[in-house]
């Protein structure tokens, strides 16, 4: 190609190709060719960089590599010194072993040379303590020595005692001699009585291995000291002949139970006096065997004291409800024995808890390995045929237990015998009725029963014998339900016929005179010579009074039953109240708690609670033949307040009459003359207050309610028939209604209790009735009312249907209403 200047230039095949191309495809390689250009540039700045990185590293990782070469040459440094310190420990530890070896040794040769020279200073010291009379240093040397050979026995150095025979002789004949000379002073000191000698020599036995000896030969001498000392009350508090008149005079009426208390005292001032010594000098261990010492020798004396009670008052005790004896016996001799028996039974009861508590305390603390909880575990300790409580070590059931046990028999018998004699007297023979007093509505019979059957629960709760409480809880049943019941039953049956006879006239019930119901020459009435009753007249001659007692009974009864609920949870529940006559304080606090029951938290309360548990369950039941008999007698005293309104109600019956015959279909002025006029409600207000405050004068609150409740029913129950066999008017509607309110203010007036509800369906009546028309009743009769309707669907339409003022269609479709869903 040929330039301008004449040049020529080739042209390139790409420029041809280019020049072939269109404008848009030129652009576009251009700007192509420019991104080329970029990352060309790119790539050699990454690559330069590259470069120098590699370099750098590279001359790190030779450095490490130099590095490496100096650690592995100053492990192999490392490596080779911890080789050699261990070849040197190892050497030196075999050393130290054989040192240790010879060390152990060497102290082992000393301590036996040091033992040695101890059993020669035993040896020494026993012959030098017992030349001088110094027992207590001479027993502390031989139990240095027993401690000794004890442990050359068990280390297996038998051979040391071999080689000191000379000294072993020396010390087995020195405690020989001093053993044989302890027993001897301590014999001494027994027929001496001397206590302090018994005291110093008691405890010499420990260390010489003998405590079990000394602690049997101490409660032996304390026992011999006990048997003494009650031996001398016993005769001065129960042998009449050898008491002076000053002490007899002094003397309280229950000498039995005053010298059982005074053996317990001495008991607990010896657990006081000796305890401490005893735990310190024989071990808490041999405590326990010396209160079981104790217990034995209470067992002694205190079935002593029982038998003698036994033997003074066996006429007395063996005394039945139906020997001709007890029937012609003042029952105040019984009463008197009853009366120590249960103090008998509740010491023993006490005592029994007191010396428990101190031995539960002991045995606390002592280890369960032991040798005396091992043998309390196994029963060895049972070889005399008593068995031992895990619990307190002592015997389950000593011998004064089962002996009072026994004698509680006597108890529940004659408890019995007197009950029944007390009541069938109060019954009988001294029943009364205040005639002159008309606030005395019950005869004297009802409080004398019930003080003596509280009397009689009370004292076997005192007891502490669950098994004698429920024993009498059932005499009072069996008493209240036969006796008591049937005199009740025959009191009504023998005066009904006076109170009829008397009430038929109804000027009598506004003036009321219960003495003119006696007939002059009562059948049933004993006289004496001169003509007067032998005794008084009781409720047999009134049924007022009659009726009265029964519901006294009933409501007697179950305050009975609340308190002997409470004063039995009082002694039996686990109260912190002591018992009267407890221990004395220093007394419990020497047997750490003794009481009645326990303290709360306290062991003895602890070990009660499943027996006292399951004597609540019995008591409990037992009580539940109370409240059987107390709904008999309801049941009873409901059929007698029965009884009492038919006998009243034939003076209300007459002033029913005219409502039978009144005429409720009335027009506007016959209803105005009714408002002047009353034709009926006003006359049997009138009687039927009369009736009301004859009620009220001479029956109790209770039986006044029960009589008016049921006139109450009866009355609207007599309105309720009436009421369905009469035509109404609107006039006479408003009548009835009128007389239905005044009724019922009256008798809600008179009564303490609400009677509302017993003219619900009579109120309802009179409601539907005053209806002016009945599109009113649907208002009543639907859900949105609220209303609770008594009267059936049925009734509802039998009662519109008496007004003869709406009509017949207008009634049926109310009777449609009435069965749609709102009677449903």
């Known amino acids: 190609m040929e330039t301008a200047n004449g040049t020529s230039e080739v042209v390139g095949p790409s420029d041809a190709a280019g020049a072939s191309l269109d404008r848009p495809s030129a652009a576009r390689l251009l700007e192509l060719k420019e991104r080329e250009k970029e990352l060309t540039s790119t790539l050699s700045d990454l690559h330069a960089k590259a470069l120098t990185l590699v370099q750098s590293h590279l001359t790190g990782l030779y450095d490490v590599t130099e590095q490496q070469k100096v650690f592995q040459r ?45 059993l020669k200073n035993c040896a020494e010291g026993v012959e030098s303590a017992m030349g001088r009379g110094d027992y207590e240093t001479a027993a502390k040397h031989i139990a240095k020595y027993r401690s000794l050979a004890q442990q050359f026995r068990q280390g297996g150095d038998a051979s040391a005692l071999e080689d000191s025979s ?15 000379m302890v027993r001897d002073q301590f014999d001494k000191a027994i027929t001496n009585r001397d206590k302090t000698g018994v005291s110093r020599y008691a405890k010499l036995f420990y260390p010489l291995g003998l ?42 009426g229950q000498p039995h139970a005053e010298c059982l208390m005074k053996v317990f005292i001495l008991i607990a001032d010896i657990i006081q006096e000796h305890q401490q010594n005893i735990e310190e000098e024989f071990g808490s261990e041999n405590f326990i065997l010396f209160l079981r010492g104790l217990q034995e020798e209470a067992d002694v004396q205190g079935t002593k004291v029982l038998d003698k009670f036994v033997q003074n008052k066996a006429s007395v005790l063996r005394l039945k409800a ?54 309390i575990r196994d029963g060895t300790t049972s070889g005399s045929g008593r068995q031992f409580s895990e619990d307190d070590g002592l015997a389950v059931l000593s011998g004064l237990t089962k002996r009072m ?27 009364e009725v205040a005639w002159d007093d008309p606030d005395q509505m019950t005869s004297t019979f009802v409080d004398d029963v019930f003080f003596i059957l509280r009397k009689c629960i009370t004292r076997g709760i005192s007891s502490g014998d669950v098994f004698a409480v429920c024993a009498v809880v059932n005499h009072v049943t069996a008493t209240l339900s036969t006796d008591v019941k049937a005199v009740l039953q025959e009191n009504l049956q023998e005066s009904k016929r006076l109170y009829q006879q008397y009430t ?48 006294a009974c009933c409501e007697y009864l179950e305050r009975l039953k609340g308190q002997c609920e409470a004063e039995f949870d009082e002694i039996f529940g686990g109260a912190t109240r002591p018992v009267e006559g407890e221990l004395s304080p220093a007394h419990a606090a020497a047997g750490a708690g003794a ?49 009492t309104l038919n ?64 006139l109450v029913d009866q009355i609207c129950k007599r309105l309720e028939a009436l009421v369905l066999a009469k035509q109404f008017s609107l006039f006479g509607a408003l009548q009835l209604d009128q007389d239905i309110r005044s009724l019922m203010a009256y008798c809600t007036a008179i009564s303490d209790q609400s009677i509302r509800h017993k003219f619900g369906r009579l109120s309802e009546m009179g409601s539907l009735l005053n209806l002016e028309t009945l599109a009113e009743f649907e208002d009543l009769w639907s859900p949105s009312s609220g209303r609770s309707w008594r009267l059936s669907p049925d009734e509802i339409y039998q009662v519109l249907s008496l007004r003869v003022d709406f009509p017949p269609r207008e009634l049926s479709k109310i009777q449609v209403v009435l069965v749609g869903p709102a009677a449903m």
């Open 74 to 118: 100053d492990a192999q440094q490392l490596q080779a010194t911890l080789q050699f310190v261990h070849e040197t420990s190892e050497k030196l530890s075999s050393r130290v072993r054989r040192l240790d070896t010879v060390r152990s040794r060497i102290e082992a040769a000393l301590q036996l040379v040091e033992d040695l020279l101890d």
């Open 166 to 180: 000379a000294v072993l002789q020396s010390l087995k004949a020195s405690e020989k001699a001093l053993t044989q």
């Open 211 to 252: 405590e079990r000896e000394g602690i049997n030969r101490y409660i032996t001498f304390i026992r011999s000291f006990l048997s003494d000392q009650a031996s001398i009350e016993f005769k001065t508090l129960l042998d009449p002949f050898g008491k002076s008149k000053e002490l007899r005079a002094q003397q309280s």
């Open 322 to 375: 139906d020997d001709a004896a007890s029937s012609t016996m003042d029952v105040r001799p019984m009463d008197l024995v009853l009366e120590e028996l249960a103090l008998l039974s509740q010491r023993c009861q006490q005592f029994d808890r007191y010396l428990r508590d101190c031995s539960h305390n002991v045995l606390d603390t002592l280890n369960p390995q032991s040798n005396l909880m091992k043998e």
């Open 405 to 431: 046990q026994e004698v509680m028999n006597f108890y529940v018998s004659l408890e019995q015998t007197f009950m029944i004699k007390s009541v069938r007297f109060a019954l009988h023979e001294s029943d």
């Open 504 to 551: 038929s006239d109804v000027s009598h019930l506004t003036a009321f005179d219960a003495k003119e119901m006696i007939p002059p020459d009562p059948p049933m009435v004993k006289k004496d010579q001169a003509g007067q009753p032998i005794k008084p007249l009781g409720a047999a001659y009134s049924w007022t009074h009659s009726v009265n007692n029964l519901q």
């Open 595 to 643: 009481g009645a029951g326990g303290g709360v938290g306290s062991p003895g309360k602890r070990r009660a609670d499943s027996s006292s548990n399951s004597g609540k369950v019995m008591f409990h039941h037992c009580l539940q033949g109370l409240e059987s008999v107390k709904a008999d007698l309801e049941s009873l005293h409901q059929k007698a307040a029965t009884v």
């Open 647 to 710: 006998m009243l109600k034939v003076h209300l019956s007459p002033m029913l009459l005219p409502l039978d015959s009144l005429d409720f279909n009335i027009s506007q002025t016959e209803y105005a003359d009714f408002q002047v006029n009353d034709p009926f409600m006003k006359g049997f207000l009138q009687q039927l207050d009369v009736i009301h405050q004859h009620v009220q004068r001479q029956y109790t609150p209770p039986t006044v309610s029960l009589i008016m409740a049921s």
